[in-house]
T-cell receptor, first 110, second 114 residues
């Protein structure tokens, strides 16, 4: 079955290091979203792409993150300089109507 | 921006009981309200949604009520089973479907005891 895929599933970085995670949206989905989930709750919207173009993002993403969708089948979210507060589960979703979520990348910053 | 409040934060019930989860939102421009379920170690799973031109939606054991005037939603789950144990999230969106960012509530941890 088609499903949103995220890699890697787990990522461990030292404070100050760069981190990158990838998302493969469902085939045919034109919208891709990234969310940050802390403490198994607290789901926060980060950035949104439509047809590979960023349409909206929160200030934190503009300041410290990098996000691109170089193709319709691949998006990536990067953190330029990891901080302890970035430890979280990063969820990608794609949509043609309702949003379907990937399993997430769990980032731990030591 | 939009804020979504969800209560209660946790619920523990016996199998067979009914539960009610409440959400309220602040942005009058929000028109689409999907709900998701997250079981431990599993991905967020869509369970039901409602649009602002509706008052009620029902699917199997789920009933979702929407009050546009008070900006309030409530999810009623009947005949709960241990398999219903999960974190339930309400969300709100300005888009008429999922093609716009979702603003989530803080989640309700539901535990159904056998």
């Amino acid at each position: 079955d088609a499903a949103v895929t995220q890699k890697p599933r787990y990522l461990i970085k030292m404070k100050g290091q760069e981190a990158e995670m990838k998302c493969i949206p469902e085939k045919g989905h034109t919208a891709v979203f990234w969310y940050q989930q802390k403490q198994s709750k607290e789901l926060k919207f980060l950035i949104y792409f439509q047809n590979q173009q960023p349409l909206d993002q929160i200030d934190m993403v503009k300041e410290r993150f990098s996000a691109v969708c170089p193709s319709s089948s691949l998006c990536s979210l990067g953190i330029r300089t990891c901080e302890a507060e970035d430890s979280a589960l990063y969820l990608c979703s794609s949509s043609l109507g309702e949003q379907y979520f990937g399993p997430g990348t769990r980032l731990t910053v030591l | 921006g939009e804020q979504v409040e969800q209560l209660p934060s946790s619920l523990i019930v016996q199998e067979g009981a009914s539960v009610l989860i409440n959400c309220s939102y602040t942005d009058s421009a929000s028109v689409y309200f999907p709900w998701y379920k997250q079981e431990p170690g599993k991905r967020l799973q869509f369970i039901i949604d409602i649009r602002s031109n509706m008052e009620r939606k029902q699917t199997q054991r789920l009933t979702l009520l929407f009050d546009k005037k008070t900006k309030h939603l409530s999810l009623h789950i009947t005949a709960t089973q241990p398999g219903d144990s999960a974190i339930y999230f309400c969300s709100a969106s300005r888009g008429s479907s999922g093609s716009w960012q979702l603003i989530f509530g803080s989640g309700t941890q539901l535990t159904v005891m056998p």
